[in-house]
């Protein structure tokens, strides 16, 4: 029974070594932003509320970038499923120059649009002096961290190649250096220890932007060092050309999951903001359970990395009906672990709140917003599995209709309404919102078992 829903051991070897060292490399790095969560949370509640208003709008460009990088990546991935190193490098360099434009695009608006994103996010009801000290601490913390722009965006095209091409272990092994140095450098500075200045919300912010440096440099040097091993990835600029169709077919292919990944991450900043309608508590809840969340997610997210990259490989080969095969085994082992973990996430739900330096009443939102997430983890689960299994095939334009159209017109609506027009609850409309994935999990069970997404490109 569970060979035939979830493989045999050969099978589930062949997903571990893809899926586990980016779980170990996403769950470091969550689990360090927890920490560094905590650190800024000890600092003060307007601190951590300023800093998770800020991380927001970051979150919104990081995810641009995997957008941007993701069009091409299905290409690699099947490319490399044929062998084509020519291809692969052409992919390569055009990661490398949509991330760069998308950069400079990000600094400009971050910069001179600043101060009116934060303000999105402060209510008037609340005090003067904690709007006007949230925002400062917001925009401190921002102007920093645009130097980290660049090395994130550079190391996220290499980091993608690297993986896309089998090779995961020096990814995660940058990313565990680099969420180390993270962690040191964030006690030293935000805290002030070991004759380092205290620095607080900056210190913090100086802290990531080193990490960013130093996992590109490793990354970097590494594929530079091993020129045979990484030929693909190696003189890249000698002859920076890309072929005019290939450039036109991840065009087609990439923008619109460009266009999900920027809408869809906007959308979770709409919804973000829709909650803090109910207060400067509830923007520090809402960050203590996406912080939580994200440690516990990592699982059914790398999963979903796993299977866009095994089924894109054998959708590069031609054989439809084995990648049909493996896509069902790959969805029940993902939502069979999630559901294993939503458990473990609901026991500890009242633990992690009590970590933070502030009030009873925004450990209690806390805790009960990490149980509602928890109850919708599986769900969760699938419709990823279902994301990535559309977007292996080059499906993107209905990943979008799937992912970040459902978020604007589903809800984004329910969220507004019910933030604008009713006095419910924070949990209420966490819970309303939330709520909904249902549906979009249906919708992908049907889009899944009609085969749409087996296309070849290459």
Avoid at 121 to 148: F, P, R, V
Avoid at 248 to 275: D, F, H, R
């Amino acid at each position: 029974m569970l060979k035939k829903y979830i493989g045999d051991k050969a099978f589930l070897k062949s997903v571990l070594l893809i899926a586990v060292p980016i779980m170990v490399q996403n769950g470091i790095t969550n689990f360090v932003n927890l920490l560094d969560n905590i650190m800024i949370g000890r600092v003060g509640t307007l601190q951590m509320s300023g800093v998770a208003i800020t991380n927001q709008l970051i979150f919104v460009f990081n995810l641009f970038i995997f957008g941007a990088i993701s069009g091409a990546g299905i290409f690699t991935a099947q490319y490399y499923g044929v062998g084509d190193e020519k291809g692969i490098r052409n992919t390569f360099r055009f990661k490398i120059v949509i991330c760069m434009l998308l950069t400079v695009i990000g600094c400009l608006v971050f910069y001179f649009a600043g101060d009116f994103l934060i303000g999105l996010y402060l209510q008037e009801n609340e005090s003067a002096a904690d709007i006007a000290a949230t925002l400062q601490y917001g925009k401190e913390y921002l102007l920093i961290m645009l130097i980290g722009l660049v090395p994130y965006a550079i190391t996220q095209a290499y980091a993608g190649t690297l993986r896309e091409t089998g090779e995961t272990i020096l990814p995660m092994r940058a990313g565990l250096v680099a969420v180390f140095v993270n962690l040191v450098l964030n006690y030293l500075l935000i805290f002030g220890k070991f004759g380092f200045p205290m620095l607080g919300v900056n210190g913090a912010a100086i802290a990531t932007v080193i990490s960013r440096f130093a996992e590109f440099f490793i990354i970097y040097i590494k594929v530079k060092h091993q020129k045979e091993k990484y030929s693909h990835m190696n003189k890249i600029l000698y002859h920076f050309s890309i072929p005019g169709k290939l450039v036109v077919n991840i065009t087609k292919t990439g923008v619109p999951l460009l266009v999900n990944e920027g809408l869809w991450a906007m959308s979770m900043a709409m919804l973000n903001q829709c909650y803090s309608t109910r207060g400067l508590d509830a923007v520090a809840a809402v960050n203590i359970q996406s912080t939580i969340w994200n440690v516990f997610s990592i699982t059914f997210m790398a999963m979903g990395n796993a299977i866009g990259i095994m089924i894109g490989q054998i959708l590069g080969t031609g054989d439809i009906e084995k990648a049909k095969e493996d896509d069902a085994k790959l969805v029940h082992f993902s939502v069979l672990t999630c559901i294993i973990i939503a458990l473990l996430l609901a026991s500890m739900a009242w633990l992690f709140p009590k970590a933070y330096n502030t009030t009873e009443h925004v450990r209690h939102l806390a805790t009960q917003l990490i149980l509602i997430g928890a109850l919708f983890m599986p769900v969760d689960a699938y419709t990823n599995a279902a994301y990535f299994t559309i977007r292996a095939g080059g499906k993107t334009g209905i990943t979008f209709l799937f992912d970040s159209f459902f978020m604007w017109c589903v809800n984004i609506p329910i969220a507004y309404v019910l933030s604008r027009y009713t006095a419910i609850s924070l949990e209420m409309l966490f819970l309303a919102s939330t709520s909904v994935i249902v549906l979009k999990a249906l919708i992908g069970f049907i889009m899944v078992r009609s085969g749409i997404w087996t296309k070849v490109l290459v």
